[in-house]
């Protein structure tokens, strides 16, 4: 109950925006199940790439089936990190983000819609840049609105709890609607005048239609803030910090990479997985979904927690959490474990996600919440981009080794942040940090 209240009391604008990602994500991460299994079909020609060695030397890769898998589903996330500081740059100069938005959710429905007629892979690798692109324009500028939209410090936290609660929904739930349109294809149309669609064509149909679900809900119901700024002329990345090596904002874009590929390890080994633990691939599913379930369940209380509490505290437990989590999928041989070990990853990035955005936006300089935020949110979507690749590379040195390699990066995070980051709220007298920065 007390979660579905701190939502009722969240700014309605935030819950509108919250609920157009939702719906976009939703689309989008039915991507995510469809597309390894669209690529290993019969559908898809990569018998010709399968043994090529690509470089020279030491330093040849063979490509393998979960390497070709982990290249698409890394690509999307490479572009759009490595993008999305122009874009958030971009979006504060303009002094808007609502067109960002719009533009980048077209980019991916259209996309989306466009795989019902890719059968080569390079056609699959162009189409999944191309999302890459429009998360970059969407993803900056949705988590400067819902910043702006935080009427003090006091509620910052909340916001993006909700907000995170709300995407992750979509982005959880869709990958388990995906498995099931794709198994109960194919779909005859015929009654109202359309072709026989298989299940492949309608997932991507789904991804395509709410994207432009959310386009709609965007372009009717979600507006700029009202007191957004243009930024001033040093509209820069700060690297060094004033006290310290590194700067705070900086610091947590690092750690966030590390979280982000300790995250998306799992993805790329679902056949390998599989095998393992000897489990049917409904499992992998629930696994996979684990993260996000106790993302949705803990993101707003520990949202509104970091308000009162302060963003420290729980960025350090997160941390701490992630190291053991990670390395335990390399090593647990049941399904159930790996179900409570994956709920367990899912309670460490809640305590990551929320807090670090709102301690990015107590510390953003006006007008430059896109370039400020997007730290933070290109850092995750390089670690998801990487997690999927490393461990379709890493894997051939041992089923283990992805996983320890991933938990020896999350113990590198926490001691940066334990080291760099600083609290920034003034928590020693809870009724004056309430009462905001007014």
């Given at each position: 109950?007390?979660?579905?209240?701190?939502?009722t009391?969240?700014?309605?604008?935030?819950?509108?925006?919250?609920l157009?990602?939702?719906?976009?994500?939703?689309?989008n991460?039915?991507?995510?199940?469809?597309?390894?299994?669209y690529?290993?079909?019969?559908?898809?020609?990569i018998?010709?790439?399968?043994?090529?060695?690509?470089?020279?030397?030491?330093?040849?890769?063979?490509?393998t089936?979960p390497?070709?898998i982990g290249?698409?589903?890394?690509?999307?996330?490479?572009?759009?990190s490595?993008s999305?500081?122009?874009?958030?740059?971009?979006?504060?100069r303009?002094?808007a983000?609502?067109?960002?938005?719009?533009?980048g959710?077209?980019?991916?429905?259209?996309?989306?819609g466009?795989?019902?007629?890719a059968?080569?892979?390079?056609?699959?690798?162009?189409?999944?840049a191309i999302q890459?692109?429009?998360a970059?324009?969407?993803?900056?500028?949705?988590?400067?609105?819902?910043n702006?939209?935080?009427?003090?410090?006091?509620?910052?936290?909340?916001?993006?709890g909700?907000?995170?609660?709300?995407?992750?929904?979509?982005?959880?739930?869709?990958?388990v609607?995906?498995?099931?349109?794709?198994?109960?294809?194919?779909?005859?149309l015929?009654?109202?005048?359309?072709?026989?669609?298989?299940?492949?064509?309608?997932?991507?149909?789904?991804?395509?239609?709410?994207?432009?679900l959310?386009?709609?809900?965007v372009?009717?119901?979600?507006?700029?803030?009202?007191?957004?700024?243009?930024?001033?002329?040093?509209v820069s990345?700060r690297?060094r910090?004033?006290?310290?090596?590194?700067?705070p904002?900086?610091?947590?874009?690092?750690?966030?990479?590390?979280?982000?590929?300790c995250?998306?390890?799992?993805?790329?080994?679902?056949?390998?997985?599989?095998?393992?633990?000897?489990?049917p691939?409904v499992?992998f599913?629930?696994?996979?979904?684990a993260?996000?379930?106790?993302?949705?369940?803990?993101?707003?209380?520990?949202?509104?927690?970091?308000?009162?509490?302060?963003?420290?505290?729980?960025?350090l437990?997160?941390?701490?959490?992630?190291?053991?989590?990670?390395?335990?999928?390399?090593?647990?041989?049941?399904?159930?474990?790996?179900?409570?070990?994956?709920l367990?990853q899912?309670?460490?990035?809640?305590?990551?996600?929320?807090?670090?955005l709102?301690l990015?936006?107590?510390?953003?300089?006006?007008?430059?919440?896109?370039?400020?935020?997007?730290?933070?949110?290109?850092?995750f979507?390089?670690?998801?981009?990487?997690?999927?690749?490393?461990?379709?590379?890493?894997?051939?040195?041992?089923f283990?080794v992805?996983?320890a390699?991933?938990?020896a990066?999350?113990?590198?995070?926490?001691?940066?942040v334990f080291?760099?980051?600083?609290?920034?709220?003034?928590?020693?007298?809870?009724?004056?940090?309430?009462?905001?920065?007014?």
């Open positions: 109950m007390g979660s579905l209240t701190d939502i009391d969240t700014d309605s604008r935030v819950i509108v925006l919250a157009a990602r939702m719906v976009g994500a939703a689309g991460s039915f991507l995510i199940v469809v597309l390894p299994l690529i290993t079909s019969d559908l898809v020609d018998e010709g790439l399968l043994g090529v060695e690509v470089g020279v030397g030491a330093a040849a890769i063979t490509l089936e390497l070709l290249v698409v589903l890394s690509l999307f996330g490479f572009l759009n490595l999305q500081p122009f874009t958030g740059r971009l979006s504060d303009v002094g983000r609502r067109p960002f938005v719009l533009a959710i077209l980019l991916l429905g259209t996309a989306s466009l795989y019902t007629v059968t080569s892979y390079p056609a699959l690798v162009l189409l999944r890459g692109l429009g970059a324009l969407i993803i900056p500028a949705t988590v400067a609105l819902v702006e939209y935080a009427a003090s410090d006091a509620d910052r936290g909340g916001n993006f909700v907000y995170n609660t709300f995407r992750l929904i979509g982005f959880g739930f869709g990958p609607l995906a498995g099931a349109v794709v198994a109960r294809g194919p779909y005859d015929s009654v109202v005048g359309l072709p026989v669609l298989d299940g492949f064509d309608a997932a991507f149909v789904a991804a395509c239609a709410g994207a432009y959310s386009f709609t809900l372009f009717l119901l979600v507006r700029d803030a009202d007191d957004t700024a243009e930024a001033g002329d040093d990345i690297v910090g004033e006290d310290r090596l590194l700067d904002v900086f610091t947590l874009g690092l750690a966030t990479v590390a979280m982000g590929a995250i998306a390890l799992f993805a790329t080994l679902q056949n390998q997985v599989n095998v393992r633990l000897d489990q691939p499992w599913g629930a696994q996979f979904a993260v996000t379930i106790a993302n949705v369940i803990f993101q707003v209380p520990v949202g509104r927690a970091s308000d009162r509490i302060g963003r420290r505290p729980f960025l437990a997160g941390f701490v959490l992630l190291v053991p989590t990670t390395l335990l999928q390399g090593i647990v041989t049941e399904p159930a474990l790996m179900m409570l070990v994956r367990g899912g309670v460490a990035v809640a305590c990551v996600f929320a807090p670090s709102a990015a936006g107590d510390l953003a300089r006006e007008g430059e919440s896109g370039t400020t935020l997007s730290v933070l949110t290109m850092g979507g390089f670690g998801v981009a990487l997690g999927p690749l490393a461990s379709g590379w890493l894997y051939g040195f041992g283990v992805p996983f390699v991933g938990a990066a999350a113990a590198i995070a926490l001691v940066a080291t760099q980051v600083e609290e920034t709220l003034d928590v020693g007298d809870e009724p004056a940090a309430a009462a905001g920065a007014d």
